[in-house]
């Protein structure tokens, strides 16, 4: 596995993504080797939970901007893939997304050992078509050679398959649809005794007060600023709502700003970023949990309220209507619409009896679609199949059927 971030170093969901795939397959058999960026305090190689973690501290200087370091990490994660491929050969390379491309195209060719590749999200999708910036232009490229370059490509939603058929034009018999999942025993080993979990609530608001919560990067795609704009319709119905939003980045000031003009500051709580630890504290108390993105190939943030037996309000965006089944397993709203968005929260918020079998038709769902055992087998599968068609016997027949055309 090639990833630029693994736990602890966190960026985004990639990190979780192959760090529990990674673990999950490990239980089926599979021998993984995750090789990630260098992080502060952490081990230069260690196996954790079975899987060998190699982080890139060697070539770890000092570059002038960010895509010199990516290129760097790259050159990085090759010497200590070729250090590990003369001690114990590998059978495929698995590349996260298009910051490991460079490494994970030369290992294929170095090496001769297939490539897949798994693609998380676009650079087109993320900014709606528009490249307009010459590293937006430069990142759409690598996305498109990784794809080219890899033997198959994993996506995690019908909605990506269609994006990167579009955008890359890569051919349908070469794509593995997979969704993401969770690790539902980091929910269920954390959860509080419902003491606790009364006097944590009220950290966050009083007994007779509902949490609505959004979890995210403070960027313009994952759309807490529909929330906000959502906030007056629910406390015009639901006055004694309270509005819970975690995380951090540069849109916050933005977002602080907006609360102050839209008269809602007092009603939403801003704590920017949270440790898993109190995260999942945070989604045992909530009454509604909130996705309210303009973008979203697939989203595992759905997933944790789901996980944990929340009604969970989505937008209809990207995959969110794959992971979400409308007025079933929760509540699917127009993506950008403050309106509609206000009304899937007063659904959960107001039939108390309703909300409860969203929650627990959500964890069901989670449960047996979601785990991390039935898509490490599917995984599993791509493998076999790559190794399979990679074998000997078997190009030396692909070759003879394409000399008898």
Excluded at 184 to 202: G, I, T, W, Y
Excluded at 358 to 376: D, P
Aim: glycine residues 8%; hydrophobic residues 40%.
């Amino acid at each position: 596995m090639l990833s630029w971030e693994y736990p602890p170093r966190i960026v985004g969901g990639i990190a979780r993504h192959v760090e529990e795939l990674s673990e999950a397959l490990v239980a089926q058999g599979h021998e993984i080797h995750v090789i990630t960026a260098n992080h502060p305090n952490t081990l230069e190689h260690e196996t954790v939970n079975g899987v060998h973690i190699h982080r890139v501290k060697s070539l770890d200087f000092d570059t002038p901007d960010f895509l010199t370091w990516v290129l760097q990490l790259n050159l990085g994660m090759i010497t200590y893939a070729l250090e590990q491929h003369r001690a114990t050969p590998f059978d495929v390379v698995h590349a996260h997304d298009w910051l490991v491309a460079h490494a994970g195209v030369s290992l294929k060719k170095g090496l001769g050992v297939p490539l897949l590749a798994t693609i998380h999200a676009t650079e087109v999708g993320r900014n709606k078509g528009l490249l307009t910036s010459e590293m937006s232009k430069y990142i759409n490229q690598m996305e498109w050679f990784l794809g080219f370059e890899a033997w198959r490509v994993i996506v995690c939603s019908q909605y990506m398959d269609r994006e990167i058929k579009h955008a890359f034009h890569v051919p349908a018999d070469k794509i593995d649809v997979i969704p993401n999942g969770i690790k539902l025993s980091k929910f269920d080993a954390n959860r509080m005794s419902p003491e606790d979990a009364k006097q944590f609530r009220r950290h966050l608001a009083t007994d007779d007060q509902k949490i609505v919560f959004f979890v995210g990067r403070m960027v313009h795609e994952k759309g807490a600023q529909i929330l906000l704009e959502a906030v007056p319709g629910v406390l015009a119905a639901v006055p004694d709502a309270r509005f819970v939003v975690v995380g951090k980045g540069g849109f916050l000031s933005d977002l602080r700003r907006r609360a102050h003009e839209l008269g809602v500051s007092p009603y939403v709580n801003f704590t920017g970023f949270v440790s898993d630890e109190d995260l999942l504290r945070i989604l045992q108390v909530i009454d509604v949990a909130v996705v309210p993105s303009l973008y979203e190939p697939f989203g595992i943030v759905a997933l944790e309220g789901m996980a944990t037996g929340k009604p969970t309000v989505v937008a209809d965006a990207g995959g969110l209507p794959e992971v979400v089944e409308h007025t079933k397993s929760g509540i699917t709203t127009y993506s950008g619409n403050k309106d509609s968005l206000s009304w899937g929260i007063l659904e959960a918020l107001k039939n108390k009896e309703y909300g409860r079998v969203l929650g627990t038709n959500a964890r069901k769902r989670v449960e047996e679609v979601f785990n991390w055992n039935v898509i490490a087998t599917a995984t599993g599968k791509v493998y076999d199949r790559i190794v399979k068609e990679n074998a000997p016997e078997a190009q030396k027949e692909a070759k003879t059927k394409v000399g008898k055309k």
